[in-house]
């Protein structure tokens, strides 16, 4: 991996180009913006979304996508909702290699096409090596080489062996799959119940509650994500388990920020205007919820968070529709 693109330049994106550039001789960090890019060039410091953290010689920061053009590895970290369209922008522009690995780093589910994030990219780019990357991974927290841990999906396992031994340091350890399916359907529904989770704590219900619906959450992640192709130990691991509790609990999630502002009686609008990043959980319900019809699964709590995010409904009336829920048995 002599040389390692990033696509896009956001906290997780940053977080991830300085983890590249302990390996790799040369690292570029793509962002639409030319101005951002000249800033990061000359404060080597990404002050609007990774503040604090001094950005290594090795990694350039870039709008141009010809400076992309002879990189062996492509990581995918826009929002869900720009992929496509940076996607095919990459394309027209003929600077990926054909023989580039693509690692997917996007939580979420295309609401048009029922997509994950590395089918958009298999859809676009159906020669090139491809994988994903997923785990309880805040970039705060990355960045600042903290203990923490992923794991990396392929369904070709010579391609995640590499990536294993590109990403795997002394303060990051990452396992391997083959069960792509698995790892993009957790990581993408979790953010639902991030956002659930943080009404809660608006709320002010309590640590009893904030259990409950995590448990509940994992097993309505699990049943949708193995109707989807997923493998039950999948939704136990990093991806999924793990990937829920830290973004349910940690004052890094925004997407539980986001919950805990609506929890306190703010605006959907008024929330999002005061963030200056993007919190995934409010575009992912409604491709979620859609998936959930699809499959005829259950979903409760995902159908209350959809409820609240696009119909309006009041928080604590989403409440007490699920505690009055009909009696039933804790598994089936």
């Known amino acids: 991996m002599n040389h390692t693109a990033i696509l896009g330049s956001g906290s997780w994106g940053t977080a991830l180009a300085f983890t590249a550039a302990q390996k790799a001789p040369r690292v570029t960090l793509w962002g639409h913006q030319a101005a951002t890019a000249e800033t990061l060039n000359r404060t080597r410091e990404n002050t609007r979304y990774l503040p604090g953290i001094t950005l290594p010689p090795n990694l350039v920061a870039s709008a141009e996508f010809g400076d992309l053009a002879d990189a062996d590895l492509v990581l995918a970290v826009v929002p869900s909702k720009a992929l496509r369209q940076v996607a095919l922008d990459l394309k027209a522009s003929g600077a990926l290699r054909p023989d580039a690995i693509l690692l997917c780093c996007i939580k979420g589910i295309e609401m048009n096409t029922g997509l994950t994030m590395s089918g958009v990219l298999r859809e676009i780019f159906p020669q090139n090596p491809l994988a994903v990357l997923s785990g309880p991974n805040h970039a705060e927290e990355i960045a600042r080489k903290l203990a923490a841990a992923a794991v990396i999906g ?93 973004t349910c609990y940690s004052k890094h999630s925004r997407n539980n920020r986001v919950g805990r502002l609506l929890g306190e009686g703010r605006t959907l609008t008024e929330v999002t205007a005061s963030m200056n990043m993007v919190a995934e959980g409010i575009p992912n319900p409604e491709s979620i919820y859609a998936a959930a019809r699809r499959y005829d699964i259950r979903t409760p709590i995902i159908d209350q968070m959809y409820a609240i995010l696009y119909q309006g409904k009041p928080c604590a009336a989403a409440l007490t529709e699920l505690l009055s829920r009909d009696p039933r048995a804790e598994h089936g």
């Open 154 to 246: 392929s369904h070709d396992e010579s391609v995640s062996l590499r990536l294993q031994e590109f990403f795997t340091l002394p303060w990051f350890r990452n396992y391997r799959s083959t069960d792509v399916t698995g790892i993009e359907w957790g990581g993408a529904v979790k953010n639902v119940f991030a956002i659930a989770s943080g009404i809660s704590e608006g709320l002010g219900l309590g640590d009893n509650a904030r259990a409950a619906l995590v448990t509940r959450g994992l097993a309505e992640m699990t049943r949708l994500g193995m109707a989807a192709g997923g493998r039950f130990e999948t939704f136990q691991g990093l991806s999924g388990v793990g990937d829920l509790i830290v």
